[in-house]
């Protein structure tokens, strides 16, 4: 009889910041990248939202590409419009 797991946690998020990721998604999505090997982590300045999408295996210090793109969609907090997006370093 094999043993049962409890599930574990992948992702938590506050609610309110799921429409941030989904906004940003969509304009990554308008670049047809397969998003299947990142992260993505939400930051945020004094004004905007920043996400940024990152290989998920990408090296710690790492400088320079390692063969995948990062992308970073900003967006402002008052109205949630995309005010930058491009690809990271």
């Not at 004094?46 to 998920?56: H, L, M, S």
């Not at 900003?74 to 419009?81: A, G, I, S, V």
């Amino acid at each position: 009889m094999s043993e049962i797991k409890a599930p574990v946690e992948v992702l938590s998020i506050k609610a309110s910041h799921l429409d941030v990721i989904e906004l940003a998604g969509e304009q990554v999505k308008d670049l047809n990248v397969d998003l299947s090997g990142y992260k993505i982590m939400l930051l945020e300045d004094d004004d905007n939202w920043i996400v940024y999408y990152q290989p998920a295996h990408y090296p710690a210090g790492q400088r320079g590409s390692i063969g995948k793109k990062t992308y970073v969609v900003e967006l402002r907090k008052t109205d949630l419009k995309i005010v930058n997006a491009y690809y990271g370093r």
